[in-house]
Antibody, heavy 123, light 107 residues
């Protein structure tokens, strides 16, 4: 069974840092692109960023709202994805989901979502 | 950035009804469109990719259509478990963006 489990969320002050982790199982992690998607309280879904796989040099993409502050990394030996969040702002308060990306006939699409971890940025 | 606009923002329907949700992209995205379902307090669930292809395990009561800028999600024979919020999302280019969501409620 494919599973993704996020951890590392919590309460942090504005300007602070936090590192989220996503532990995966049930599939070959190293083959897949992975995304982070967040949802602020009572709001819609917002894509945060993407990590490509080793075959694509682990390159990354980011939303403009987090670029330069957030960094996505991964450790294929540990089947884990990470989101390092620096210079946090109150507007970063959200549930953060780790999402598997699958490639089907040229379409790179999200298919399995983790339950999420809650980040609250507040003084 | 490509903007995704869903309509309606909310919708009420009876059990057994057939409903359609529309998603419009601000520019041509070919068929690079996905649909997701989210229930309160839960992670989103992937329903459709490539505008009309069902994700594994998704029942055929869900169907998607469209290409270019205009897309639809149709749900037939609504059951209580179908009442949720639905999001479209494009993946034509970065940044990936979602529609604002359509809340489907029981009438």
């Amino acid at each position: 069974e494919v599973q993704l489990v996020e951890s590392g969320g919590g309460l942090v002050q504005p300007g602070g840092s936090l590192r989220l982790s996503c532990a995966v199982s049930g599939f070959t992690f190293s083959d897949h692109y992975m995304d982070w998607v967040r949802q602020a309280p009572g709001k819609g879904l917002e894509w945060v960023g993407r990590s490509r796989n080793k075959a694509n040099s682990y390159s990354t993409e980011y939303a403009a709202s987090v670029k330069g502050r957030f960094t996505i990394s991964r450790d294929d030996s540990k089947n884990s994805l990470y989101l390092q969040m620096n210079s946090l702002k109150t507007e970063d308060t959200a549930v953060y989901h780790c999402v598997r990306v699958v490639q089907v006939a040229g379409h790179y699409t999200m298919d399995v979502w983790g339950p999420g971890t809650t980040v609250t940025v507040s003084s | 950035d490509i903007q995704m606009t869903q309509s309606p923002s909310s919708l009420s329907a009876f059990v057994g009804d057939r409903v359609t949700i529309t998603c419009r992209a601000s520019q041509d995205i070919s068929k690079y469109l996905a649909w997701f379902q989210q229930k309160p307090g839960k992670a989103p669930k992937s329903l459709i990719y490539a505008a009309s292809s069902l994700q594994s395990g998704v029942p055929s009561k869900f169907s998607g259509s469209g290409s270019g800028t205009d897309f639809t999600l149709t749900i037939s024979s609504l059951q209580p478990e179908d009442f949720a919020t639905y999001y479209c999302q494009h993946y034509k280019s970065y940044p990936l963006t979602f529609g604002q969501g359509t809340r489907l409620e029981i009438k």
